[in-house]
């Protein structure tokens, strides 16, 4: 396999390809403070191709992508559309230029309505003002495009993660673009969704718009690609035609190994069950609907429980009830022996479970703070004494807890903004690990992750099982799922369907299942790998 192009080495305008280059990197450096994002980086974008960029969170991609929506402003080199020389200075000016992003992170208004965060700052006007009439029928017609039955009139704050991702795509398809940038397009879409946007990309391409697309979801990235190109610690590294490479390729040249996370034969030693699910049911007020029905589970000491699902399978409306965030319709939770279905979010933590969320930037992070600061949030009353806050107690806790989870930041006091998703994710699960859990519940901990922070992050939530944590966590990436587990179970539709011991299930039974309508599980009888004193037989 070849091993692509230096950084330094261009291609010129329909090299490779029938797709003309319409906007082009040149020479384009960032640098913030010491730290260089971008060293020099040529990239070109292509009429009518995908061009897919990978690399490990932190490689510059984003902040690539960032120039080249206006949003940020190169330190050195400059930018070119259609061959001539341009500044960005906004993204405004970017989208009267054609140039359009999603981005990475949602960027959405919760407390604004989905047809209000579509045309935020492009309002229709008529004579009588904003035309809200029109812009809501045009949302309809995008929401019909993306086969996702959201109405214009929605709150974004009522949504879903995976209908919020939505939104944010069809806000970036309404512009007409004729340069699309994707960052993590996918993170929260179900398997459903991501066929339909792929189908979009299609359409697109066929009118001849330009796509550039990131995904840490490489094998998806792979299949829509028609250019690869990847960044590794500020460079492009490597640029091939998509026909020349598979994974294996991918994953060395992002992180210069292959992909190394597969826990399936590691030793299981379970000790008794800590968190017992019996017969919960979960009433959604907003959907007048029951998202979770007759849910029971156990999971044991030094266990490590998959919860895997589709979208809307009811998985997160499970773990945010769990984690005391949602009230419980029916059915009881048990916490080594006591049923905490009546304590709030803050009891629970105190009793030993936490909860590590889908959304880390909504849910898990505070911005304004520091790398410190958020780590010790969820156990600041282990440090407060006669009604005063211990700081040099809380700050060495921290410096430890920073280096025995691999946290790479200049320190405490670091800006919790400077870290790369991978690390911002070890700093949401650190903060849980700090109070001293006895559950650990962590629904998609590697939304967003590359896979070098998989393995990182995989590798500590099997190391806290050794040591005996309970850990139940959420994923929809059944390769996850198969290799990061010891028990995987299957949600759908509410229910639980069926469980699998990841040493023999394949892929596609898992993948059946989750779509399948089989007949719930309503006991933790299911079949599974017998136990003998704590260890499998």
């Known amino acids: ?162 209908q919020q991702q939505i939104v944010e795509i069809a806000r970036a398809l309404s512009t007409d673009a004729r340069i699309l940038i994707m960052d993590e397009p996918t993170s929260a879409l179900s398997t459903t969704e991501v066929h339909v946007l792929f189908k979009i990309i299609r359409e697109l391409k066929r009118q001849n718009v330009a796509i550039v697309y990131i995904s840490h979801h490489l094998e998806e990235a792979i299949e829509i690609a028609d250019r690869a190109v990847v960044f590794r610690d500020g460079e492009l590294v490597a640029k091939e035609d998509a026909g020349d490479i598979n994974l294996p390729w991918v994953v060395r040249t992002m992180v210069g190994r292959e992909a190394d996370y597969d826990f399936r034969e590691e030793p299981r030693h379970y000790g008794d069950v800590v968190l017992s699910i019996q017969d919960v049911s979960v009433y959604d007020p907003v959907s007048e609907k029951f998202p979770v029905e007759h849910v029971s589970l156990d999971v044991r000491e030094g266990e490590i429980v998959c919860l895997y699902g589709l979208m809307g399978a009811g998985r997160t409306e499970l773990m945010e ?119 650990l519940l962590l629904d998609e901990p590697t939304r967003g992750v590359d896979v070098g922070a998989k393995g990182e992050i995989f590798s500590l939530i099997f190391k806290q099982a050794r040591q005996g944590l309970a850990v139940l966590f959420v994923t929809s990436d059944v390769g996850e799922a198969l290799t990061a587990s010891h028990r995987i179970v299957v949600m759908s539709r509410g229910h639980l369907v069926t469980e699998f011991d990841p040493r023999r299930a394949t892929r596609e039974e898992v993948m059946a299942a989750a779509e399948d309508s089989a007949p719930p599980l309503l006991s933790t009888d299911a079949p599974r790998a017998q136990v003998t004193n704590g260890a499998d037989a």
Do not use: C
């Open 1 to 162: 396999m070849p091993a692509g192009q230096p950084n330094g080495l261009e291609n010129t305008p329909g090299s490779g390809g029938s797709g003309e280059v319409v906007l082009r990197a040149v020479n384009v450096s960032k640098t913030y403070g010491v730290t260089r994002a971008l060293k020099g980086v040529n990239f070109e974008v292509r009429r009518g191709e995908v061009t897919v960029l990978f690399g490990e969170n932190g490689a510059g991609k984003s902040t690539l992508m960032k120039i080249l929506s206006g949003v940020e402003q190169p330190t050195a080199g400059h930018l070119e559309l259609d061959g001539e020389v341009i500044e960005l200075m906004s993204t405004t000016d970017a989208v009267a230029r054609g140039i359009s992003i999603i981005h990475q992170e949602l960027n959405l208004n919760p407390n604004l309505k989905v047809r209000d965060n579509i045309f935020l700052g492009r309002e229709i006007m008529s004579i009588r003002g904003i035309d809200f009439a029109e812009q809501s029928r045009i949302t309809r017609q995008m929401m019909q495009r993306l086969e996702e039955p959201i109405s214009p009139d929605t709150y974004v704050q009522d949504l879903r993660v995976g």
């Open 321 to 439: 009830t769990l984690a005391g965030r949602d009230k419980v319709a029916g059915g009881r939770i048990m916490l080594d022996g006591t049923d905490i279905a009546g304590t709030n979010v803050s009891e629970r933590i105190e009793r030993g479970m936490g909860l590590v969320p889908e959304d880390r930037q909504r849910d898990g992070l505070i911005k304004l703070q520091s790398v410190g600061k958020n780590l010790s949030l969820a156990g600041l009353s282990w440090w407060v004494r006669n009604g005063l806050l211990q700081r040099v107690a809380e700050t060495l806790r921290v410096r430890e807890q920073i280096t025995d989870i691999g946290i790479k930041t200049a320190g405490p006091d670091a800006p919790i903004t400077s870290l790369s998703g991978g690390n911002a994710q070890k700093v949401v699960i650190g903060k849980i690990l700090l109070t001293d859990p006895r559950v």
